[in-house]
Each structure stands twice: as structure tokens, then as C-alpha cells.
């Protein structure tokens, strides 16, 4: 309610403020058309009487402000024409002065100097100087704000720099600088001072409004960039120390912030280059509240894409050792700012991090610095746990990663994992996350196992259960995110020379084995793949190499193979196991390692035997086990027999009817190899195996679907005939074709011959090989449908 | 009727013109009635000099035992009304007792008179010069006429002109050092100065510099002060802070101001001050006052 009141009475104040001003307005402007010197200057002081209020917040001070403001504009039309007043300029200095209350007085003062230094009647750094004296008397910190800004905009075309009308012999550039630095100093110093009205219940809303007041103070700098003539070396010997004097004197945390931001912004940066030095030593000096880092931070960024700009100024800053200095300066500064939370340095350091890594790209010695910097730092403090102080410190990671795309620079930091370790171990993912999908998204391939070794430090986050974790918090869909992303990561490891590339499995198979359970299904099969596509080059390339310290020999990597995969079996997670058995297997038949294959194999069925007990696993495990086994050609006699018998019996052992049925004819396979060299020695028993399974049919009668059952063993029967199996005849085909057809009419009265489109298909393709002719079509016609 | 109204009325119109009267400045003066009217100039060791005319009215006779004029320098304290302290007289006798007909013009001459004092118009006292013509008469009553005179007197510039140089404060609340650059001042002068503030405890609205002028007249027990401020002039507003030194810039020329005088005639003194007056937020004043010497300068050797 209280508030509410104020701001009320705030606005009555203002209408009456605004009020006071049109009224003498009205006045002065009547005797402006009449001349009348007299009047003129009785009046306008009483209309600027108003801006003595002290009622009003900046905000609707300003507000009255601007309203006198253009009435001083018409006066100084009038002051002008020495024709309308008669009287010379500098009498006219005088005059003004006799005005009873300083601010009046002031702010005439201000509006005749300007003509004066127009008409050029006196050197205009005499009046400058004058002006900015005699606006001592205004202390009051809002009042003596807007007089002074008065003044700096009413001269602000009237310095002596270079190139102005108000250039000359007597008046310098000097003069102009001198001038806005000292109206600068006196309009921070009232700035400050604001704070210090009022009682300490209000401090909050004086904040505010001096925030709002900002911009007056700022001016200044802004005019100082935009005098024309300060070059480099007067900014480094008079603007920027006087500038900085007052800021780090001032001792208030608003305005150190906020000058220091100005400079940074106004100056141009080859100018902040050149005074790295003394802008550093400030920075290290302001008070422990301002927020530094955000200080620090802006001038790396502008200096960054200055450097950026243009290849040419590079060796400025190699002239200035710019990365020496700031990395001085952001030592200093975390070290004397005792308060200053680690996100802080953090954010500094990452910072700097940016600026090395755009202005020397070439000095990897630099980001190593900052990174030890960044854990000196960490080491410091107790365990990191800000979140946002964490965000910082993956940016920090990541930002050589952007900037080198090849993964490989940063795996030769020596700090890199160090910082890593400071992370939590969620961050820590995160960021082995970010690693891995530079690498991707890089395409660069890591080619030696020291880097891998060194990689994989970095994301071991992702490779084993840290210290502490709580594995019941994962979110499982992450984990698996996270652990499909090594497996692709695996992918990019790779190197021609297949001696490295052992080392290089050695190495990830070191670190996987790690894992535990949960993330070796993940991680062993690209290994497996990984190893199994070295036994292929090597083979390629015709077989063993043999190396100085690790031979790789096609045996030692099987060997490897085979206890990693056992690993996995005992996770366990037999069904990988048993497919990576079988592709091994695959492998090391094509080496013509039959002993090999075979004990892969025998792998295969143990595990099938002993860890497989889901029907539906067994039913695809043989499929898989049929399928292998009926490429593998290495196998002996004996070998073969073993194998194929035994899938065979597996099969024959299925849980449910259809299952055995499908297995048992797929085994038929296993007796029949479509080569011409190949084992043609279980013809006969191909077909004793399809009229098992044409047995196992019936017993599955009454259930549902035997028809289905009965077709696809058709299509067997026709894959055999068409292959010139002399135990199948045209007759047996015909049979089993009338017995679907019987089946079929029995099964159920509602289904047609048609609505089995699987048959039917089977049907027509029977018919088109016998119309087409030929050697095929000869032997179809044997078969009558 | 005409005679009738003839009988009171003055039998003559006297007039009084100097023989300078042309070219002799002119300055303004308050006469007791309130109004302004313009009033010759004149100087201590000036010649002063003219004529009377006396004119009878037509066909008028005037008869007189004597004309004569008198140089007048008085001091009337308002206190004691209707006293006047002559402290210069002179006469010079025009015309032996006889009749008048017809206009007639005598010259006079004071040459290089003595005008020690300044004309002065004060709250309790005034100080002034007049030009008497007396056409003596018997019972009828003497015919009287004055001319008022101004006299100003040039001081010449001061040998020693000292600034005024203080430190001032209250113990642990406020301590200011102020300097005027000079103790003694001509009327057009400007008062350059600063003030510096050493410790500031207290907070104030503004600070202003005044002009005081004290009126002693009388002696002894029956002295009156009489104290005007003359001029109220902001030199600072809102609070400083420690250190800050404010600017003095005061121009005299717009404020009715006259020399300092010191016992005149053991009559009066007029005597300015600057009084620096701080004024806090509670509206407490806080001054120190400091006497100037004014005085008049030579107008062309100010310049």
C-alpha cells in the first residue's frame, strides 16, 4: 500500500514538476519573441528552479529532465543571436552567473558556454574547463548526474579533437579527453554516491534506479572511443590509466562492473591488445563482489574474434604475449578472490581456453596450461558438485574437441584426463559421451594402442562401474545409449597394420573385461567383429605375421576370441555368446583351422545344452547352429558327422511339434550341399530327414496350422528335386501334394484350396516350371498335379 | 482668484543648475518618498559650481534680506528624527537684502571641496549632500530649494590584500577549510574561492554564501546594529563527500552594495560580512562568518 502511495505521489509530483516548467516556459517564450534579455533569464532560471526537486526517482527526474532540456534549446537559439539580447557573449557568461540557486545557474551556464565556445570568442578548452569546474557545486547525486550529462551533450560537438572547428594552436585533442575524463570521474563519483542516500530499507529499489542511471555515466567512456585523435598512445598513457583509476578507486561493485564492461565494449581491441597489461591489473583489483569472471570473459571473447578477424593481427598478440597475460591475470584474480565459486573459475578458465584456441591453434601447450590451471584449481576444493560448475568444466572439455576434429590432439594433453577426474561420474559420461561423438561425428579413426589406451582412460566412465555408483539409478535407456555408443566407438579403432591392431584389441579387450555384466553384451560383439575382420585381413594377406613383441598369429586371436566370448557366456547372455561362437566358428573356417571351428562349435552346443533352456532361444539357436554348420566346409568326415548329428538330434529334441518339424527339415540342409564337390553322401538320409519331418507333421495334427507345415516341406521336397536328389521322385512330390489337398479338405470345411496362398503359390510355380520347358521343365513334368 | 492663490504660493520658482550639468554623470538615488530620481555625481576635491536662478513669478516682486547657498554634509539618524549632524558647511552669500522683478542669476562656486563621507542610505541612518538656497524673507517666511548631491569617493587599490584563509569544523561531525582569495573587495569585484571539505558526518542540503551588512550607529549604550542580508547566493547543492572541494565564484556587480565605513563622523559604520552558511537536512544552519572590506574603485582603472 505504502509503495502504491509513493509512486502516486510520485506522479502528482512529476505533473507539478512538469507543470512549473510549462508555465515559466510559456513566459521565457514570450520574452523571447520580445528580446527582453531581462526576462528571459528571470524566467528560465524559475523554470529550471524545478530540476531542484527531490522528490522524484530517476526515472521521472529524467522525465522532467527532458522537458527543460528542450526548452534549453530554444534559449540557446536566443543566446546565439547576439542581435535579439545585445549583449557579448562573454557578458553574457557573466551575467548567467548571477543567478541565485546553483542549478539554475548551472544549467544557463552550461547553455551560454556552449555559445561561447561557438563563437569562438575564447579557446574552447577555457570554457571546458570552466564548466566542468563550476558543476562541482552540484553534489547532489541525481541532480549533479543529469547536470553533468547535460553538459557533456551540449558540448559534445564542441571538443577540440581532431578535425573539429575547435581545434587550434591553444585547444588539443588533449583538452577534449581531458575535459570527458573529468566529467567522467565527477559523474561516476556522484553515480557511486546514490547508494549512500536514503535509509539501508530501500537499498534494493536504489539499485535498481541507479542501474537505470547506468547509461550517463557510460556516455562518457562512449564519447572518449569516439574522439577523433586518441590514438594508441594516448589511450595507453592518459585515457585508460585515468579511466581505470577511477573505476578500481570507486570501490562499488555496480560501477566497477559496469566501466569495466564499457571499456571493454568502447575501445576498439587492438587498443585493449596493446593494454592487456593495465586492463588485467584493474580487473585483479576491483572489488571481491563484482562478478570478474564475466569481466575477464567478455574481453577474451572480444579479443578472440579479433583475433579471428584477420589472420594479420595474430602476431600482435604473439607480441604481447596475450596468453601469458591473461592466463596471469585469471591465476591472480581466482587466487585473490577467495569467495568466488568454482563455476567462476570455471567460466574463466574456459574463457581462456577459447581464447588460446582460436588465437594460437598451434600452441597445444597453452591448452594443456589452461587445463592444468583448471586442476590446480579443482584439486583445491572438496569434490565438484555444482551442477553448473560441472557444465563449465565439460565445456572446458569440449572446446578442444570442437576446435581440433581430430580427437587425436586432444588425447596428447596430458591435463585432459586429469580434469576428467574431477568430474562426478554422471558428468563424466556425459562428457566420454561428447569424446565418442566427436570421434563419430570426426570419422577419425584412432590408430595406435597408446591413444587407445589413453581414450579409453578418458571414457572409462562409460567402460566400468566407478567408485560409488548406484547402478539403480541408471536410466537403463541411457545405459544402453551409452554403451551402443562404445560399441561404435570400437568401430573406430583401427589401424592396417594388423601387428597395432592386435595391440589395439589387446588393449580395448584389456578395459571391456572390465565392464561387468551389464555391459559386456554390449561392448564384446563389435570386439569380436573387430578381431574376427583382422582374422580376415590376415588371412587376406595370407596368414600369420609375425611380429616382435605380440605375433599375430591367426591361433592367438582365436584364442583371444574364445575367452571373450566365453566371458560373455558367463554374464551371462549365452544367446550372443552362441552367435559369436558360430561366427568365429564361420571365420576360422574359412582360415582352414578345422581343430579351431570345431571347438567353436563345441563351444555352441555346450552352451546350448547347458544355458539355453527358452524354447523359443533353442529354436533359433539351432536355426543358427543349421545354418552355420551348413556353410562351414572345413570340417572332416568324422567332424562333420559329429556336428551335423548332433544339430540333427537337437532338433529332433524341440519342445513343440512345428518347431521340431522345421528344425528337423532345415538339417536336411546339413546333408545335402549345393556344390558340386561338395558331401553328397546323405542323400538318402536328406530324405529320411524330410519324411521325419513330414512324420513329426502328423503328430501335429489336430493343431493348428500342419497344412503350413506340410507346404513348406513341398518346397523342400521341390529345393531337392530341383537339385537332382535321386530319392525324391516326381511321385513322392505328387503324394505329399494330395495329402495337403486331403489334409486341407478335412481340416476345416470353411477353408478352400485358395485361401492357403503359400500353396497355391507353391502350385503355380510347379506349373510354370513345367510349361516352361527345358532340362527343368522335363523333370517337372513328371509330376502330375 | 489668481491673486489669492498667489499669496501662497512662492513668489518665485528657484532653480538650481551646475555648471557641469551636462556632462556630469547622473546616478539614481531613493528620495525619502520611495521613488528614484537622478541625482549629479560628485567627488570629494571636485569643484563644484552653477548657478541660481531666481525667477519671480509675473509681476511678482520678491523682497529678500539676503539669497545665499549653502554645500550641506549631514547625518540623520533615523532614531533620533529630526537632528541632522552637519559636518560640512559652506556658504557662499549671492545677493544683498534688496527687491527682485525679474529673473536673475547669480554664479557660485565651491571650489575643490572636502567630501570626505560617501553618500549613505541606511536602514537607521543616512548620510547625505545637499546644495541649499535660502532666499531669506521676514515674516512672509524664507524661500528654501535643495539640490541633492551624491558623492562617491575612490579608493585607491589595497597595498595588502590578503586572502581569507580558515579551517573550520565541529568536532567529529563536519570540517570544512575555506578560502576567498582576497579580504578586500571593490563593488564590481568577484569573490573567487573554494571550499574544502576535510570531514563531512553530517547531511545537508545545500550551502550558500551570503552578504551581510552591519549598521552601527550611535555610541556607547544607545548603539544599534542593524543587520541586512544583501545577498543569498547557493554555492553548493546536496552533500559532498570527503575531500571534494567546491567552487567560489561570486560577482558583486548585481547587489546594492556600498564601501565599507568605518565610524563615520563617530556617527555610524557599515561594516559586510560573507557568511557561509551549511544548511543539513534538518534544516540546522551551520555558518561562519568573515568580514570583507569593500571599497569603491576608480570605474577606468577596475576595468
Same mark, same amino acid.
Request: aromatic share 8%; hydrophobic share 35%; charged share 30%.
Given at each position: 500500500m505504502r509503495t502504491l502511495a509513493g509512486v502516486e505521489d510520485e506522479e502528482k509530483w512529476l505533473a507539478e514538476g512538469i507543470a512549473g516548467i510549462q508555465h515559466n516556459a510559456f513566459f521565457m517564450h514570450r520574452a523571447l519573441d520580445a528580446n527582453n534579455l531581462r526576462e528571459v533569464l528571470k524566467y528560465s532560471a524559475l523554470m529550471l528552479s524545478e530540476l531542484r526537486t527531490s522528490k522524484l526517482s530517476p526515472q521521472k527526474y529524467y522525465d522532467l529532465y527532458m522537458r527543460a532540456f528542450d526548452q534549453l534549446r530554444q534559449l540557446e537559439i536566443f543566446f546565439k543571436d547576439e542581435s535579439r539580447h545585445g549583449l557579448p557573449v562573454v557578458d553574457l557568461y557573466e551575467l548567467v552567473q548571477h543567478a541565485g540557486n546553483i542549478l539554475p545557474r548551472m544549467y544557463l551556464l552550461c547553455t551560454v558556454g556552449s555559445v561561447y565556445i561557438k563563437s569562438k570568442q575564447a579557446p574552447s578548452k577555457d570554457v571546458l574547463k570552466d564548466l566542468v569546474e563550476m558543476c562541482r557545486g552540484v553534489q547532489h547525486p541525481i541532480r549533479g548526474l543529469f547536470l553533468r550529462s547535460y553538459l557533456a551533450q551540449v558540448s559534445r560537438d564542441k571538443l577540440p579533437e581532431i578535425g573539429s572547428d575547435y581545434e587550434g594552436d591553444a585547444n588539443t585533442v588533449i583538452d577534449a579527453v581531458e575535459f570527458v575524463l573529468q566529467n567522467f570521474t565527477e559523474m561516476n563519483k556522484l553515480w557511486?554516491?546514490?547508494?549512500?542516500?536514503?535509509?539501508?530499507?530501500?537499498?534494493? $529499489?536504489?539499485?535498481?534506479?541507479?542501474?537505470?542511471?547506468?547509461?550517463? /555515466?557510460?556516455?562518457?567512456?562512449?564519447?572518449?572511443?569516439?574522439?577523433?585523435?586518441?590514438?594508441?598512445?594516448?589511450?595507453?598513457?592518459? /585515457?585508460?590509466?585515468?579511466?581505470?583509476?577511477? *573505476?578500481?578507486?570507486? $570501490?562499488?561493485?555496480?560501477?566497477?562492473? @559496469?566501466?569495466?564492461?564499457?571499456?571493454?565494449?568502447?575501445?576498439?581491441?587492438?587498443?585493449?591488445?596493446? !593494454?592487456?597489461?593495465?586492463?588485467?591489473?584493474?580487473?585483479?583489483?576491483?572489488?571481491?563482489?563484482?562478478?570478474? $569472471?564475466? *569481466?575477464?570473459t567478455q574481453l577474451m571473447d572480444r579479443l578472440s574474434n579479433y583475433a579471428a578477424s584477420s589472420p594479420d593481427v595474430l602476431h600482435e598478440f604473439l607480441q604481447v604475449e596475450a596468453f601469458a597475460k591473461l592466463s596471469n591475470a585469471i591465476g591472480k584474480v581466482i587466487d585473490t578472490q577467495l569467495e568466488m565459486p568454482i563455476v567462476g573459475a570455471m567460466t574463466l578458465f574456459v574463457s581462456l581456453l577459447t581464447f588460446t584456441l582460436r588465437v594460437h591453434p598451434d600452441r597445444l601447450d597453452y591448452v594443456d596450461q589452461v587445463l592444468g590451471a583448471c586442476v590446480v584449481k579443482l584439486s583445491s576444493v572438496p569434490k565438484l558438485e555444482d551442477a553448473r560448475a560441472m557444465k563449465q568444466v565439460v565445456a572446458l572439455l569440449s572446446a578442444p574437441l570442437e576446435k581440433y576434429s581430430d580427437i587425436v590432439t586432444a588425447l596428447t594433453l596430458s591435463n585432459y584426463p586429469r580434469v576428467m577426474d574431477h568430474l562426478d561420474d554422471g558428468t563424466n559420461k556425459v562428457m566420454?559421451?561428447?569424446?565418442?561423438?566427436?570421434?563419430?561425428?570426426?570419422?577419425?579413426?584412432?590408430? !595406435?594402442?597408446?591413444?587407445?589406451?589413453?581414450?579409453?582412460?578418458?571414457?572409462?566412465?562409460?567402460?566400468?562401474?566407478?567408485?560409488?555408483?548406484?547402478?539403480?539409478?541408471?536410466?537403463?535407456?541411457?545405459?544402453?545409449?551409452?554403451?551402443?555408443?562404445?560399441?561404435?566407438?570400437?568401430?573406430?579403432?583401427?589401424?592396417?597394420e594388423p601387428e597395432e591392431m592386435l595391440k589395439i584389441i589387446y588393449v580395448v579387450r584389456k578395459h571391456l573385461m572390465t565392464g561387468g555384466p551389464q555391459r559386456l553384451p554390449f561392448t564384446v560383439p563389435p570386439l569380436v567383429f573387430s578381431a574376427v575382420r583382422l582374422v580376415r585381413q590376415l588371412e587376406a594377406q595370407g596368414g600369420d605375421i609375425a611380429g616382435e613383441d605380440v605375433p599375430a598369429t591367426l591361433r592367438k586371436i582365436f584364442q583371444i576370441l574364445n575367452q571373450t566370448i566365453e566371458a560373455l557366456s558367463s554374464v551371462p547372455c549365452p544367446e550372443l555368446a552362441l552367435r559369436l561362437y558360430l561366427q568365429c566358428a564361420e571365420a576360422a573356417s574359412d582360415c582352414d583351422l578345422e581343430p579351431v571351428a570345431y571347438e567353436f562349435f563345441t563351444q555352441a552346443f555346450i552352451l546350448y545344452e547347458e544355458e539355453i533352456a527358452d524354447s523359443k532361444a533353442q529354436v533359433t539357436a539351432i536355426h543358427l547352429i543349421v545354418g552355420t554348420l551348413q556353410r562351414i566346409n572345413v570340417f572332416g568326415v568324422e567332424n562333420r558327422d559329429t556336428l551335423t548329428h548332433k544339430a540333427t538330434g537337437y532338433s529332433a529334441r524341440l519342445l513343440k511339434k512345428p518347431d521340431q518339424c522345421r528344425a528337423v527339415y532345415a538339417c536336411s540342409h546339413l546333408f545335402w550341399v549345393d556344390d558340386p564337390e561338395g558331401i553328397k553322401d546323405g542323400e538318402r538320409r536328406a530324405l529320411r530327414i524330410a519324411n521325419a519331418a513330414q512324420q513329426m507333421v502328423n503328430a501335429t495334427r489336430g493343431s493348428s496350422g500342419p497344412v503350413t507345415l506340410f507346404v513348406e516341406i513341398l518346397n523342400k521336397y521341390l529345393y531337392f528335386f530341383e537339385k537332382g536328389n535321386p530319392h525324391i521322385t516326381p511321385s513322392d512330390i505328387q503324394s505329399l501334394i494330395e495329402l495337403i489337398n486331403t489334409e486341407m479338405l478335412s481340416d476345416n470345411g470353411n477353408t478352400t484350396i485358395h485361401s492357403d496362398p503359400f500353396f497355391s503359390s507353391t502350385l503355380r510355380y510347379i506349373r510354370f516350371q513345367k510349361q516352361k520347358g527345358g532340362l527343368m521343365g522335363e523333370k517337372y513334368d513328371l509330376i502330375k498335379l | 482668484m489668481n491673486y489669492l492663490l498667489g499669496a501662497f504660493k512662492p513668489a518665485c520658482n528657484v532653480s538650481i543648475t551646475f555648471s557641469d550639468g551636462k556632462n556630469r554623470k547622473q546616478v539614481p538615488m531613493k528620495k525619502e518618498n520611495g521613488q528614484t530620481a537622478l541625482v549629479p555625481l560628485f567627488h570629494s576635491?571636485?569643484?563644484?559650481?552653477?548657478?541660481?536662478?531666481?525667477?519671480?513669478?509675473?509681476?511678482?516682486?520678491?523682497?529678500?534680506?539676503?539669497?545665499? /547657498?549653502?554645500?550641506?554634509?549631514?547625518?540623520?539618524?533615523?532614531?533620533?528624527?529630526?537632528?541632522? @549632524?552637519?559636518?560640512?558647511?559652506?556658504?557662499?552669500?549671492?545677493?544683498?537684502?534688496?527687491?527682485?522683478?525679474? +529673473? $536673475?542669476?547669480?554664479?557660485?562656486?565651491?571650489?575643490?571641496?572636502?567630501?570626505? @563621507?560617501? !553618500?549613505?542610505?541606511?536602514?537607521?541612518? +543616512?548620510? +547625505?549632500y545637499a546644495l541649499k538656497v535660502t532666499v531669506t524673507r521676514g515674516y512672509s517666511g524664507s524661500i528654501l530649494e535643495y539640490?541633492?548631491?551624491? *558623492? +562617491?569617493?575612490?579608493?585607491?587599490?589595497?597595498?595588502?590584500?590578503?586572502?581569507?584563509?580558515?579551517?573550520v569544523g565541529i568536532e567529529g561531525c563536519l570540517h570544512i577549510e575555506f578560502e576567498y582569495n582576497k579580504s578586500k573587495y571593490h563593488l564590481k569585484d568577484v569573490i573567487l574561492g573554494k571550499i574544502y571539505f576535510l570531514l563531512v558526518r553530517i547531511k545537508m542540503k545545500n550551502m550558500d554564501l551570503e552578504i551581510r551588512r552591519r549598521e552601527s550607529t550611535g555610541a556607547g549604550a544607545n548603539t544599534h546594529v542593524e543587520t541586512e542580508t544583501l545577498a543569498k547566493f547557493e554555492l553548493m547543492d546536496g552533500t559532498p563527500v570527503r575531500g571534494e572541494s567546491i567552487p567560489v565564484r561570486l560577482f558583486l556587480a548585481p547587489y546594492d552594495l556600498t564601501p565599507t565605513h568605518r565610524n563615520i563622523n563617530n556617527k555610524y559604520s557599515v561594516k559586510y560580512f560573507l557568511n557561509l552558511v551549511l544548511v543539513d537536512e534538518e534544516d540546522r544552519r551551520y555558518f561562519k562568518q568573515q568580514e570583507i572590506t569593500l571599497y569603491r574603485l576608480k570605474e577606468d582603472a577596475s576595468a
Open positions: 557511486v554516491r546514490i547508494q549512500h542516500q536514503g535509509p539501508g530499507t530501500v537499498r534494493e $529499489k536504489q539499485e535498481k534506479e541507479r542501474n537505470e542511471l547506468r547509461d550517463l /555515466v557510460g556516455k562518457n567512456l562512449h564519447v572518449l572511443g569516439q574522439i577523433e585523435g586518441v590514438d594508441l598512445e594516448m589511450y595507453k598513457e592518459t /585515457v585508460l590509466p585515468r579511466v581505470l583509476e577511477q *573505476v578500481v578507486n570507486c $570501490k562499488d561493485k555496480l560501477a566497477q562492473y @559496469y566501466l569495466m564492461e564499457c571499456i571493454i565494449q568502447v575501445f576498439p581491441d587492438e587498443y585493449h591488445l596493446q !593494454t592487456l597489461e593495465a586492463l588485467l591489473a584493474a580487473c585483479t583489483q576491483l572489488m571481491p563482489t563484482v562478478d570478474t $569472471k564475466i *569481466v575477464l566420454a559421451m561428447l569424446i565418442i561423438q566427436s570421434i563419430m561425428k570426426n570419422d577419425s579413426c584412432i590408430s !595406435t594402442a597408446d591413444k587407445v589406451e589413453v581414450l579409453f582412460e578418458l571414457i572409462k566412465g562409460l567402460i566400468k562401474d566407478l567408485d560409488g555408483t548406484n547402478v539403480e539409478e541408471l536410466d537403463e535407456e541411457d545405459f544402453q545409449e551409452e554403451q551402443n555408443s562404445v560399441a561404435r566407438l570400437i568401430h573406430m579403432l583401427d589401424n592396417e | 576635491q571636485d569643484t563644484i559650481s552653477g548657478k541660481v536662478c531666481i525667477d519671480p513669478y509675473q509681476g511678482k516682486k520678491v523682497e529678500h534680506n539676503g539669497v545665499k /547657498v549653502e554645500l550641506l554634509g549631514q547625518i540623520e539618524m533615523y532614531f533620533d528624527r529630526g537632528n541632522f @549632524y552637519d559636518f560640512t558647511s559652506l556658504v557662499r552669500e549671492l545677493d544683498v537684502p534688496g527687491e527682485i522683478y525679474e +529673473r $536673475k542669476t547669480y554664479p557660485f562656486e565651491f571650489p575643490t571641496v572636502e567630501m570626505p @563621507y560617501e !553618500t549613505y542610505n541606511g536602514v537607521n541612518v +543616512r548620510l +547625505r539640490q541633492e548631491l551624491v *558623492v +562617491r569617493n575612490y579608493a585607491p587599490l589595497p597595498d595588502i590584500n590578503s586572502s581569507i584563509k580558515l579551517e
